[in-house]
């Protein structure tokens, strides 16, 4: 039993948080109307999660263009790979837990056939009241190790939106963009023709000393940190890597030679995008020249059910252990400096 929120024990009422901030979801099956209404050859796919991924949305507005396939995510990736072999676009709106059901076909249905699925990957990261058997822990591992992929992760609202346009014209090779559970962080939306060059991340502020690579939705916790860090005159980039697959190289490379460290951070665990990062830096000898590198993920352990922003407190992904860890990193600096 999951998903439930606290409640008024003598009416059984339960408490919901009240934002007009739009939830991530809801901006998917929008976008991906507005798309729709262009573009006859998208389709959607749900697993018997209509209301969950927003494909109940998109069924209202398209009900011969949405297929509810039931509890099957296996099926609903083989189905995905054969419409698209005919020319579709399929969206396959799958919470990231329960798209490891569906490894196999992922790999064999989709990425070695080259085939331009488009996987709409909700609840990435940790999902609060839906708690462990819910959290998206680990699909950017599983996603980019693999050939043959386009690895995307919303930092906020309006980031997902652009990696909607961008996977819209992404047609020779699979595609897959993560987001959040809950709310978007409050900013305004693009248009449905805004979209990302392949491959490319977004300097957000430039710095000295130390950058943070961020992949997902902590970039606002990076912002956060960076404007404690100011007070105590710490002044650091901030870089929205859009992509761990694939990889920035020159902006990495170029972030790995204007500064003394770097910190990746991400909603994910071990082997996801941070390590990606550091096997480039590792093979291009930039860590052979003092480069400092940490990377910030998930624990190795299963956190139970809480409020999102205690959840990543225990996790170690909040801003104040953000700016633990870069002060921890330019003072271990300062030390090797002294020894020499």
């Not at 209301?51 to 296996?74: C, L, W, Y």
């Not at 912002?223 to 990889?247: E, H, Q, T, Y």
């Not at 910030?296 to 809480?306: E, G, W």
């Amino acid at each position: 039993y999951h998903g439930v929120s606290k409640f008024n024990v003598q009416t059984g009422i339960q408490e919901k948080s009240k934002t007009k901030i739009p939830a991530y979801t809801k901006v998917f099956a929008n976008t991906l109307i507005k798309h729709a209404e262009k573009d006859s050859k998208i389709v959607g796919i749900t697993a018997a999660m209509p209301s969950g991924t927003g494909m109940d949305i998109f069924g209202e507005k398209f009900p011969k263009r949405m297929f509810d396939v039931g509890i099957a995510e296996q099926h609903a990736v083989t189905f995905a790979a054969g419409m698209a072999t005919e020319g579709f676009k399929p969206y396959a709106a799958i919470y990231s837990t329960f798209l490891q059901r569906a490894y196999d076909q992922v790999v064999h249905d989709v990425a070695i056939q080259s085939l331009p699925v488009r996987f709409a990957i909700d609840r990435a990261g940790l999902v609060g009241a839906d708690g462990p058997t819910h959290a998206g822990s680990f699909d950017i591992t599983y996603l980019s190790t693999l050939p043959n992929f386009v690895v995307m992760a919303a930092s906020d609202e309006a980031e997902l939106v652009k990696m909607i346009n961008t996977s819209v014209d992404i047609n020779d090779k699979p595609s897959a963009f993560r987001y959040p559970r809950g709310a978007g962080v409050g900013v305004e939306l693009p248009s449905i023709d805004q979209k990302l060059e392949i491959g490319k991340g977004k300097i957000i502020q430039e710095g000295k000393k130390l950058a943070i690579i961020n992949f997902g939705a902590r970039l606002n916790e990076c912002l956060k940190a960076s404007i404690a860090l100011k007070k105590k005159g710490i002044n650091i980039s901030i870089v929205d890597a859009r992509f761990a697959k694939p990889l920035d190289e020159k902006l990495i490379w170029q972030l790995a030679t204007d500064h003394e460290a770097i910190i990746t951070i991400e909603e994910g665990s071990i082997g996801g995008f941070g390590s990606h990062v550091a096997k480039f830096l590792f093979e291009k000898n930039l860590l052979d020249k003092g480069l400092k590198f940490r990377s910030m993920i998930l624990p190795d352990k299963f956190i139970d059910q809480d409020k999102p922003e205690s959840m990543y407190k225990l996790a170690g992904l909040d801003s104040q252990s953000i700016e633990e860890r870069v002060i921890d990193l330019l003072n271990s600096n300062i030390v090797l400096q002294k020894q020499k």
